[in-house]
């Protein structure tokens, strides 16, 4: 069974940082493109950050670029998002996305967990 497990999310103060965890089984996500996308209430969900299969490239959204580093411990068979100075805007149910056209960052993605929810608040 193919399966995506989202952890690591809760409640931190703005500034706070974040390590969540994407773990695959099932497969084997360096084969894959994996992205983490995000849905805040009222709001279309939006890609965060996308990892290419193997060797082929990161992407990020303007708004978490130089905050946010997503990676992948292949050993693990699990990809990870750090987050890293968060502010309010950042609260959002936060899942990630597996394509096994793994050259690809655009979906669509055949796999998906159910999320972790992120709350940045004072």
């Known amino acids: 069974q193919l399966q995506l497990v989202e952890s690591g999310g809760g409640l931190v103060q703005p500034g706070g940082s974040l390590r969540l965890s994407c773990a695959a089984s099932?497969?084997?996500?360096?084969?894959?493109?994996v992205g983490w996308f995000r849905q805040a209430p009222g709001k279309e969900r939006e890609v965060v950050s996308c990892i290419k299969s193997l060797n082929g490239g990161i992407d990020y959204a303007d708004s978490v670029k130089g905050r946010f580093t997503i990676s992948r411990d292949s050993a693990k068979n699990t990809v990870y998002l750090q987050m890293n100075s968060l502010t309010p805007e950042d609260t959002a149910v936060y899942s990630c996305?597996?394509?096994?056209?793994?050259?690809?960052?655009?979906?669509?993605?055949?796999?998906w967990g159910p999320g972790t929810q992120v709350t940045v608040s004072s």
């Open positions: 996305l597996a394509d096994p056209k793994g050259d690809r960052c655009t979906g669509p993605y055949d796999y």
């Open positions: 099932g497969f084997a996500a360096e084969y894959y493109a």
